[in-house]
């Protein structure tokens, strides 16, 4: 047999190779290692302004930050769910008075590579509407409604921060005083808005009445109407009062509390009456915790049902032992959601903890070679990972998908929607071998089965790294007994 060098060797062994396996691919996808870093856009954030981006869970705080029309990128994410947060503060020579972060739907984000925001970070700008003030004694406290806000002042000037929009206004009048205007509406576009105010002494007033019902005889009582408060033990109060508008609070009566409790009259040539009807019991205060702003929440005391978006919910009630339930918008839990509080003698409050509920759509595959890269995109939102499951956290929706085609795979399904009630969800992507290995002269073959395949596949590397030692140990050990057989030739040599 003829010699072969080493390169004639290695060219063999490859020969061999690709004969025996007609031809090998061999796919490596090898996945990023945390840390991660997250990515954000911002919209409606003013040139000079600065934006910060803050995640958070139990195990990490990263913080972001970067001015107007620059990404914020947020590095040192590990695996994990995270609290999205975000500020803005402005740049020099603002036009605005503050930058004001709407949230999303949701602020939870599951890092499990590096991520990219699907959506901007959306800022709106917030103005000031400034109203000023001539004509009053020095020190006087003056007020102005802004929708049904409250605002107060005792200089000449008075300023308050809206977004764009228009708002309605009215002003709180003052005995002895007259103003114009009295009531108007602003436009906020994309500036400030100054409203100024002329107030004038006047003589002319109205009788403005307050009568008691309930309470008994003797009983002392007070009104607190714009600020000042007087003490009455009659049925009626009365007071001289110019025209403008004036804010009332009828504070308890020791066990006794009026209905209403606090509003507004608005005095406008002519005399007015306010009945205040006293219901005897002790304040039982219901006060959540942990429940985003705006969210409405309700309870039910004794057969009485309230509801509030703000943080306390009361009710006036006589001594006794009375049942209550909470309810509470989707997506969110009480607690304790029910139980019986009592009343004894005193006010009672008791804290209603909120939490957020949140579920799990998994995506899971099955038949791809281990730490094969496959990609799923849900909602838009493309996610890629090398692990057997893509996890989703959100709230109750349906979520539509599409499943890419990985080099010699096909999934199945391919495309679909998942419902997401209120439990998680687990949606399995089964992956199918699409590689075929044929013999002969191209009339017919031999289909490999998908065993076979996915086991070349996954370990192509050793495969082939097996066959090559092998044929060169077989062509050494070949030469080795060659040269055995070699006879020497006759005679003798010195």
Do not use: C
Request: hydrophobic share 35%.
């Amino acid at each position: 047999m003829p010699k072969i060098g080493k390169n004639g060797k290695l060219v063999l062994a490859l020969l061999i190779v690709s004969v025996m396996l007609g031809s090998v691919f061999v796919t490596s996808a090898y996945a990023a290692a945390p840390p991660f870093t997250g990515t954000f856009s911002t919209t409606g954030l003013p040139t000079g302004a600065t934006a910060y981006v803050g995640l958070a869970n139990s195990s990490r705080t990263a913080i972001g930050h970067a001015t107007a029309g620059t990404n914020i990128v947020v590095s040192g994410l590990y695996n994990g769910t995270y609290v999205l947060n975000a500020s803005a503060v402005e740049g020099s020579g603002a036009k605005y008075s503050a930058l004001v972060w709407v949230p999303p739907s949701s602020k939870i984000i599951g890092i499990s590579e590096a991520y990219t925001d699907p959506t901007s970070l959306v800022f709106n700008e917030e103005f000031l509407l400034n109203f000023t003030e001539t004509g009053l004694a020095s020190g006087t406290t003056w007020s102005v409604l802004v929708g049904s806000t409250e605002y107060s002042s005792t200089g000449s000037y008075l300023d308050v921060n809206e977004l764009n929009g228009t708002y309605s206004y009215s002003i709180i009048g003052i005995s002895g005083y007259s103003v114009t205007p009295l009531s108007g509406s602003i436009v906020i576009s994309g500036g400030n808005v100054t409203v100024p105010l002329t107030y004038s002494s006047t003589g002319k007033t109205f009788a403005v009445t307050f009568n008691e019902l309930n309470l008994p005889g003797g009983t002392v009582w007070s009104i607190m109407l714009n600020g000042v408060a007087s003490t009455y033990n009659s049925a009626s109060a009365s007071y001289p009062l110019t025209n403008g508008t004036y804010f009332f609070k009828i504070p308890d009566a020791g066990q006794w509390y009026g209905t209403p409790s606090s509003g507004t009259i608005v005095v406008s040539g002519k005399a007015i009456t306010q009945n205040i009807t006293f219901k005897y019991g002790y304040l039982v205060s219901f006060t959540s915790t942990n429940l985003a702003k705006y969210v409405q929440w309700s309870v039910a005391y004794n057969g009485t049902s309230n509801s509030s978006t703000s943080n306390t919910i009361t009710f006036f009630i006589a001594n006794g032992s009375y049942k209550f339930s909470v309810s509470v918008a989707q997506n969110w839990i009480a607690t304790p959601s029910s139980g019986y509080l009592n009343v004894s003698g005193n006010s009672v409050s008791l804290s209603i903890g909120f939490t957020e509920v949140f579920y799990m759509v998994t995506f899971k595959e099955t038949g791809l070679p281990s730490n094969t890269l496959w990609t799923i995109t849900v909602n838009n939102q493309i996610y890629q990972t090398t692990n057997g499951s893509v996890v989703i956290t959100a709230h109750n929706g349906s979520f539509s998908y599409t499943v890419a085609t990985e080099s010699g795979y096909k999934a199945s399904p391919s495309s679909g929607t998942v419902n997401l009630g209120y439990s998680s969800v687990v949606e399995t992507i089964v992956y199918a071998s699409t590689v075929k290995s044929t013999t002969g002269n191209g009339s017919g073959g031999i289909v490999i089965p998908p065993a076979i395949t996915s086991f070349i596949h996954a370990y192509g590397y050793y495969i082939v790294a097996g066959i090559v030692i092998a044929v060169l140990i077989g062509i050494l050990l070949y030469e080795a007994e060659d040269k055995k057989s070699v006879k020497k030739p006759k005679g003798h040599y010195k």
